[in-house]
């Protein structure tokens, strides 16, 4: 192998922790993985990989060298695929990881417009709203909710997703209608926890200018947005959700908006993608496409 394809076979090892997964993903068979990485170490004469039986993972060494070679293969890739005849647009396989009924709603029914102005990218959409390690995972972009985790991801701000207070007629019905904060002890929420930490989200408004929360009482927790607005739609509480997901609900009068003057904090939306992704073209063309439909769609 040339250096370029040592420090390709190498990179690959490293985003798949592993020789044999490496070596499906290249297409090659385990052995000359392998080999290629004891050429790459003899000839930089350091070890670059600890391996056990079930992992492998990147010395001090290694990890110095991912970080420039992960730039100099996409960049080769970007400047090869110029003589390949695709000059006029990006081409291979983009993997992209979404929250669930962002996915659903907003980034799958739009997908044709996309895959018909770039004919020669192939998308592999995950809709998911667990944790994914990009690097592990071989994604090549998140797109995130809420406050982000420090790391060594880069982040591109997209904006601010709206949240608002909804409820059904029947249990505005039955209940009243809040006025404002000081009427939420007397009401009950469908209340959320969160799939990971099994941690309930505080009902959250704003008022003099700071951000206020109370955990409010209610006999329905669940742990995902699909299920919150089931729950809200039959009758079982208030609820906090971003304005998109309710939409239609709200325009055919199955919700209703309440407490309008008292809506939480909007929560930020980012795209996250490694370092080794600044040269894809494919991700750039992606990022300027999802942008304007975020816009569209989300933040209005």
Not at 9 to 34: E, H, I, W, Y
């Amino acid at each position: 192998m040339d250096r370029i394809d040592l420090f390709a076979t190498f990179v690959c090892v490293v985003d798949r922790a592993s020789f044999t997964k490496a070596a499906a993903t290249l297409g090659q068979p385990r052995s000359s993985v392998s080999a290629a990485i004891r050429q790459l170490e003899d000839r930089l004469g350091t070890r670059l990989l600890h391996r056990t039986t079930r992992h492998v993972s990147p010395t001090q060494d290694g990890l110095a060298l991912y970080e420039r070679c992960v730039r100099l293969v996409a960049e080769v890739e970007d400047v090869e695929a110029l003589f390949r005849g695709e000059a006029e647009g990006p081409a291979g396989r983009l993997r992209i990881d979404v929250p669930g009924r962002i996915g659903r709603l907003i980034l799958a029914p739009a997908l044709p417009d996309f895959l018909d102005r770039y004919p020669g990218i192939d998308v592999e959409l995950g809709v998911t709203d667990r944790a994914v390690n990009l690097i592990e995972d071989r994604v090549d972009c998140v797109l995130r909710v809420g406050p982000l985790a420090d790391s060594s991801l880069i982040a591109r701000s997209l904006g601010e997703l709206a949240l608002i207070n909804v409820a059904s007629p029947a249990y505005l019905a039955r209940r009243g209608t809040p006025a404002g904060p000081q009427d939420l002890p007397a009401h009950q929420a469908v209340n959320y926890a969160s799939p990971s930490s099994g941690r309930l989200d505080d009902w959250q408004w704003r008022e003099d200018g700071q951000s206020r929360g109370l955990i409010m009482g209610g006999r329905v927790t669940v742990n995902s947005a699909e299920a919150s607005i089931a729950c809200c739609l039959a009758g079982l509480g208030l609820l906090q959700i971003p304005a998109y997901d309710v939409a239609e609900h709200l325009a055919a009068g199955e919700l209703v908006e309440v407490m309008p003057e008292h809506r939480a904090d909007p929560m930020p939306v980012a795209l996250l993608y490694p370092h080794r992704q600044h040269a894809s073209r494919r991700l750039r063309v992606f990022v300027d496409w999802l942008g304007p439909l975020l816009h569209e769609r989300l933040f209005r």
